[in-house]
Nanobody, 127 residues
Framework: QVQLVESGGGLVQAGGSLRLSCAAS????????MGWFRQAPGKEREFVAA????????YYADSVNGRFTISRGNAKNTMYLQMNSLKPEDTAVYYC????????????????????WGQGTQVTVSS
């Protein structure tokens, strides 16, 4: 069983930055496809970013492209999401997700393609 624990959320003013972390308790973390999703109140969970097992390829939602950066440190079993130029519409609970094998490029965006999920961390951006 894989456990994922997010941290780093909080309250920040518009234009500010936060860095989220996702720590994974799995020996073979370096083989996992990882992703970040978010869910705002009353809305469906939506894709934010994803990263391949090697970190060589990343994917971003249009709404965050150019402002957010996903990365991973396989030696530390940890994934990161650097969020800059935050906007009030970025307010949501942010979840990390994991899958033990690769995905075709068109499938990174779907929550159902991921097998394991963290409990989420709240990000609130004030205007």
């Amino acid at each position: 069983q894989v456990q994922l624990v997010e941290s780093g959320g909080g309250l920040v003013q518009a234009g500010g930055s936060l860095r989220l972390s996702c720590a994974a308790s799995v020996r073979t973390f370096s083989s996992y496809t990882m992703g970040w999703f978010r869910q705002a109140p009353g809305k469906e969970r939506e894709f934010v970013a994803a990263i391949t097992w090697s970190g060589g390829t990343t994917y971003y939602a249009d709404s965050v492209n150019g402002r957010f950066t996903i990365s991973r440190g396989n030696a530390k079993n940890t994934m990161y999401l650097q969020m800059n130029s935050l906007k009030p519409e970025d307010t949501a609970v942010y979840y990390c997700a994991a899958r033990p094998d690769p995905l075709n490029s068109g499938n990174y965006y779907y929550p159902r393609r991921y097998n394991f999920w963290g409990q989420g961390t709240q990000v609130t951006v004030s205007s």
